[in-house]
């Protein structure tokens, strides 16, 4: 058990919880005007977000509980191999300000369903809000939501989880409330307390392995010594493990597997994370598309830095945990890492990284639930509900949407009910997440690239997507075996076989593909829902052209060195 936050610590985490408090109320009366009660305002902020406050949203939005617990385990697990989930994520960004984003705006798309009720019809749409409102409350929301109080619960003293719970899903509601343009703001705050919070804490948790060592307080020092002393934790590829391999080196290849997962599914993981999910495309859909693009450049450029804040603690926790300097890791799992890198730091620093977990849950909470509401309300409540609905009604609909969707998710992780510490927090949300990606994905780029898609064909590939996903996570095994041309299944710490989940969303999406193609070109010859694509709408400013440019220096820098 960790020692209790000391007085000092309480004052630094105060101050920021007032800091962020009173930037959002002041955001929110500066902002209300005669379209405060718009329901484009309240869920898309209306155009008023500018470049750095929807890059810095995104981030804020993305970077949560599963990053800094989660992928700080992974990183304790399996080493830097865990940083392409960012890695691959800063390229998929490029992707989607070049490619994603001019057919959204320039379609006038507000919504994820709305694209697909304007491409496909309202049946494809209806069944993708629904798939989506499910993900998002029972896997993200969930997962946020347990990781971050088990993180702070640590800090704590291990006795709070259920009060810190409900009080992480209080402050998120306070957020929520002021609609996206108090979100999208407050974020910015949010973003420079993690960033430079989460920097502080890994130059310090550096300092303690020099120290530990003999070498005195130096980070630079305590970076040399975690690369000499444990090396296959400083490797991007995992090989295929050999029948016989130890469990470890099973378990990291089924999280991780190999060249595989780059030929395929960290990509069908990513596109559909950034470019067809609602909780991060809608900071971007109410601004023009030069600050959208910028924004989600921004975005891309700090995602390149996230692994040091969230992933290098893990290892640091680790190459302490092998020297005995660690002698215990909290509540026994690789997710307790990050939190038992905490408990080396002074009074006062406490409080900071205390803030630095706030800053991300928080952030992520509001945002998933204003996009929850926004689905529900724009999508659902407007379209089938109540087609009369006022502006003004849809706004308080979306608050109740919030409320209730935090109620549901303090519900189910109150005893971990979807098991989430069993399958290890990071792990969790992107194996549930990817039974419904192939679908989507799919529906996506066939729907914005190729007219002779059809509606019919959206549906089935979005099922079928479904459906295979469930297949090779569940039965591929009992009928193939756990050998075959398709993958190879590996026994897991349980002793069953499985498939690694990243080569299971391969086969999906393929599969998905091929039927939606064979599907369209059974169907009609013109598809007259398609929507406006021209080659003009991709064509980029010199600014852009620059970012690009430096992510991708940055990206191949990184490669290079660790590959």
């Given at each position: 058990?960790?020692?209790?936050?000391?007085?000092?610590?309480?004052i630094v985490f105060f101050v920021?919880?007032?800091?962020?408090?009173?930037?959002?109320?002041?955001?929110?009366?500066?902002?209300?005007?005669?379209?405060?009660?718009?329901?484009?305002?309240?869920?898309?902020?209306?155009?008023?977000?500018?470049?750095?406050?929807?890059?810095?949203?995104?981030?804020?939005?993305?970077?949560?509980?599963?990053?800094?617990?989660?992928?700080?385990?992974?990183?304790?697990?399996?080493?830097?191999?865990?940083?392409?989930?960012?890695?691959?994520?800063?390229?998929?960004?490029?992707?989607?300000?070049?490619?994603?984003?001019?057919?959204?705006?320039?379609?006038?798309?507000?919504?994820?369903?709305?694209?697909?009720?304007?491409?496909?019809?309202?049946?494809?749409?209806?069944?993708?809000?629904?798939?989506?409102?499910?993900?998002?409350?029972?896997?993200?929301?969930?997962?946020?939501?347990?990781?971050?109080?088990?993180?702070?619960?640590?800090?704590?003293?291990?006795?709070?989880?259920?009060?810190?719970?409900?009080?992480?899903?209080?402050?998120?509601?306070?957020?929520?409330?002021?609609?996206?343009?108090?979100?999208?703001?407050?974020?910015?705050?949010?973003?420079?307390?993690?960033?430079?919070?989460?920097?502080?804490?890994?130059?310090?948790?550096?300092?303690?392995?020099?120290?530990k060592f003999g070498f005195g307080?130096?980070?630079?020092?305590?970076?040399?010594?975690?690369?000499?002393?444990?090396?296959?934790?400083?490797?991007?590829?995992?090989?295929?493990?050999?029948?016989?391999?130890?469990?470890?080196?099973?378990?990291?290849?089924?999280?991780?597997?190999?060249?595989?997962?780059?030929?395929?599914?960290?990509?069908?993981?990513?596109?559909?994370?950034?470019?067809?999910?609602?909780?991060?495309?809608?900071?971007?859909?109410?601004?023009?598309?030069?600050?959208?693009?910028?924004?989600?450049?921004?975005?891309?450029?700090?995602?390149?830095l996230m692994p040091v804040i969230?992933?290098?603690?893990?290892?640091?926790?680790?190459?302490?945990?092998?020297?005995?300097?660690?002698?215990?890791?909290?509540?026994?799992?690789?997710?307790?890492?990050?939190?038992?890198?905490?408990?080396?730091?002074?009074?006062?620093?406490?409080?900071?990284?205390?803030?630095?977990?706030?800053?991300?849950?928080?952030?992520?909470?509001?945002?998933?639930?204003?996009?929850?509401?926004?689905?529900?309300?724009?999508?659902?409540?407007?379209?089938?509900?109540?087609?009369?609905?006022?502006?003004?009604?849809?706004?308080?609909?979306?608050?109740?949407?919030?409320?209730?969707?935090?109620?549901?998710?303090?519900?189910?992780?109150?005893?971990?009910?979807?098991?989430?510490?069993?399958?290890?927090?990071?792990?969790?949300?992107?194996?549930?997440?990817?039974?419904?990606?192939?679908?989507?994905?799919?529906?996506?780029?066939?729907?914005?690239?190729?007219?002779?898609?059809?509606?019919?064909?959206?549906?089935?590939?979005?099922?079928?997507?479904?459906?295979?996903?469930?297949?090779?996570?569940?039965?591929?095994?009992?009928?193939?075996?756990?050998?075959?041309?398709?993958?190879?299944?590996?026994?897991?710490?349980?002793?069953?076989?499985?498939?690694?989940?990243?080569?299971?969303?391969?086969?999906?999406?393929?599969?998905?593909?091929?039927?939606?193609?064979?599907?369209?070109?059974?169907?009609?010859?013109?598809?007259?829902?398609?929507?406006?694509?021209?080659?003009?709408?991709?064509?980029?400013?010199?600014?852009?052209?620059?970012?690009?440019?430096?992510?991708?220096?940055?990206?191949?820098?990184?490669?290079?060195?660790?590959?």
């Open positions: 058990m960790l020692n209790h936050i000391s007085i000092g610590d309480l920021y919880f007032l800091l962020v408090s009173v930037y959002g109320y002041m955001v929110y009366r500066r902002k209300q005007t005669e379209t405060n009660s718009s329901s484009h305002s309240f869920f898309l902020a209306e155009g008023t977000l500018t470049w750095w406050a929807i890059g810095a949203s995104i981030i804020a939005s993305n970077i949560s509980a599963e990053q800094f617990i989660g992928m700080s385990g992974d990183g304790f697990f399996a080493g830097i191999a865990v940083a392409v989930y960012e890695w691959v994520g800063a390229a998929a960004l490029i992707i989607v300000a070049v490619f994603f984003m001019p057919v959204y705006i320039k379609n006038k798309i507000y919504t994820m369903p709305q694209f697909l009720k304007t491409r496909y019809n309202s049946g494809v749409a209806l069944v993708m809000s629904i798939f989506w409102l499910f993900l998002y409350v029972f896997v993200n929301l969930t997962a946020i939501l347990y990781l971050g109080a088990l993180a702070i619960n640590s800090l704590l003293g291990g006795q709070y989880l259920h009060e810190i719970m409900i009080g992480l899903a209080i402050f998120g509601v306070i957020i929520a409330l002021g609609g996206m343009q108090v979100v999208g703001y407050t974020d910015v705050v949010q973003v420079a307390v993690l960033i430079i919070g989460g920097l502080a804490i890994t130059y310090l948790s550096l300092t303690i392995v020099s120290d307080q130096n980070a630079l020092t305590g970076l040399k010594l975690i690369l000499k002393d444990s090396p296959d934790h400083f490797h991007l590829i995992f090989k295929k493990p050999a029948h016989g391999s130890s469990v470890e080196t099973i378990s990291k290849y089924l999280i991780l597997p190999g060249f595989a997962m780059y030929a395929g599914g960290q990509w069908i993981s990513n596109l559909n994370y950034w470019g067809c999910n609602q909780y991060i495309t809608q900071r971007a859909l109410g601004a023009n598309l030069h600050t959208a693009r910028t924004g989600i450049l921004f975005a891309s450029l700090l995602k390149i969230v992933m290098l603690p893990g290892i640091v926790a680790f190459v302490l945990y092998k020297h005995g300097h660690l002698p215990m890791l909290i509540n026994g799992s690789k997710d307790g890492a990050y939190s038992a890198i905490l408990s080396f730091l002074p009074s006062g620093l406490k409080g900071l990284s205390l803030a630095v977990l706030t800053a991300a849950i928080v952030a992520s909470i509001a945002g998933k639930v204003n996009s929850i509401a926004t689905i529900f309300t724009l999508d659902v409540y407007k379209n089938y509900m109540s087609t009369k609905a006022t502006e003004r009604n849809m706004v308080w609909v979306g608050r109740i949407a919030i409320v209730c969707s935090l109620v549901i998710a303090v519900a189910f992780t109150w005893n971990d009910m979807l098991g989430i510490s069993g399958e290890g927090g990071y792990t969790f949300v992107q194996k549930y997440s990817s039974f419904v990606s192939p679908g989507v994905l799919a529906t996506f780029l066939l729907g914005m690239f190729w007219k002779r898609t059809t509606g019919e064909a959206a549906i089935v590939g979005i099922l079928t997507g479904f459906a295979a996903s469930v297949f090779f996570n569940q039965f591929a095994v009992k009928v193939f075996g756990p050998e075959t041309w398709l993958y190879s299944a590996f026994p897991n710490a349980s002793g069953q076989f499985e498939i690694p989940f990243f080569i299971s969303l391969s086969w999906s999406f393929l599969i998905t593909f091929i039927v939606m193609v064979t599907m369209s070109l059974a169907g009609p010859l013109i598809n007259a829902k398609a929507i406006y694509v021209d080659k003009g709408m991709f064509k980029l400013k010199a600014s852009s052209i620059v970012l690009i440019a430096v992510i991708l220096l940055f990206l191949s820098a990184i490669y290079v060195r660790f590959w």
